[in-house]
């Protein structure tokens, strides 16, 4: 009895996107986790880092593809990695903070339709960077540009992307990376 119903009207609703909130699990160091996943999926890590801390994760699929992104306490991704290695085999990101929070590690399926696989993710103990670390961070980068520029399938980006890959291969022969050098 004198009750107030609020009327929306739809069209006011275009574009909103319901808040979801993803499961979101730690990430403790050194502490391998594996799991399966569906195509099209994404499983969430949280990571809490200090400012100037580097950050490494492996992750090896083992039957699908995914890709790694690192976004900050805002959601923004700041850094991406996929190697062009398929359903097999490791993807690595290794990044160093500029300031702290808690940052969210995104593993996500590359196809839509992809049939369940596994993988299985594990982080090294954060620390205050090495030269080391920070060359690994510079090789790892050089071939993610150069993979974006392969995708431009132009003679200039192909001859760019290979001036990339070569340093990043130098690059990765300093840290003993051998797979990475390949």
């Given at each position: 009895e004198g009750g107030v119903t609020e009327q929306i009207d739809p069209a006011a609703l275009a574009g909103v996107v319901p808040a979801v909130t993803p499961d979101v699990r730690p990430l403790p160091p050194n502490q391998a986790i594996e799991r399966t996943l569906e195509g099209g999926g994404t499983h969430s890590y949280e990571v809490k880092l200090k400012a100037g801390e580097y950050f490494h994760v492996d992750v090896d699929q083992r039957g699908i593809d995914v890709q790694l992104a690192l976004a900050g306490s805002n959601g923004k991704v700041i850094t991406e990695r996929?190697?062009?290695?398929?359903?097999q085999g490791p993807e690595a990101l290794s990044?160093?903070?500029t300031k702290a929070g808690n940052y969210r590690l995104d593993v996500k399926a590359l196809e839509a339709k992809a049939e369940p696989g596994r993988y299985e993710i594990k982080?090294?103990?954060?620390?205050?960077?090495t030269a080391k670390d920070r060359t690994r961070i510079e090789a790892e980068t050089l071939f993610q540009e150069g993979l974006q520029l392969t995708q431009?399938?132009?003679v200039d980006s192909f001859k760019e992307a290979c001036d990339k890959?070569?340093?990043a291969a130098a690059l990765w022969q300093e840290?003993?990376?051998?797979y990475a050098e390949a």
């Open positions: 996929d190697r062009p290695n398929g359903m990044f160093i903070t982080s090294t103990s954060i620390r205050t960077p431009a399938r132009t890959y070569e340093t840290t003993g990376d051998t």
